[in-house]
């Protein structure tokens, strides 16, 4: 199952889910798993030489060569979705669940990225004993002043450092 797609034009697409890495060159679909530093959940390009990945709590960058991993979330961390505007203005967003003195725990993140670094932007609230788990999953912006979020909690709007407050 491929959870994410994103396409830098029509010969160069990037795809991920299910342990599976592949990219499409036009021609046909290549599988690059055995490339992956990591199990990929997302993908975002913004050309040949700027495309991020999320795995399981990681942020991983491709420079169309190499890979990096750039960002490590605190354990049970999932990242759901990224975007980016450009090299320099990022966003990624996700949850961690987890089990404390028998009781479930949940928590959600925003995080921003300014071309060098991740910075958490916001952490929700930690949620306890929920019969269901509150996430936001999706993340898009039309620039750093129009940031939003999605996902079972609701809608958020805010700025690049404002987002989820």
Known sequence: MLNSISAIDSTNVWAVGGGNLL??????WVDRSSESPGRFYCVFALDLEHVWFTGEGKVYFFNGTSW?????ATEHFHFFSLFFLDSNNGWIVGSAMWEEEG????????????????QLEYESPVMKNLLFAEHMVSVTA?????????GSCGIYHGSKTQVGR
Request: charged share 25%; aromatic share 24%.
């Open 23 to 28: 990219f499409f060159d036009g021609f046909s």
């Open 68 to 72: 990096t991993e750039q960002f490590e």
């Open 103 to 118: 009781k479930s725990r949940d928590v959600w993140n925003v995080y921003s990225f300014d071309g060098s670094a991740w």
């Open 142 to 150: 039309s620039d750093t002043d129009n940031v939003w979020l999605g």
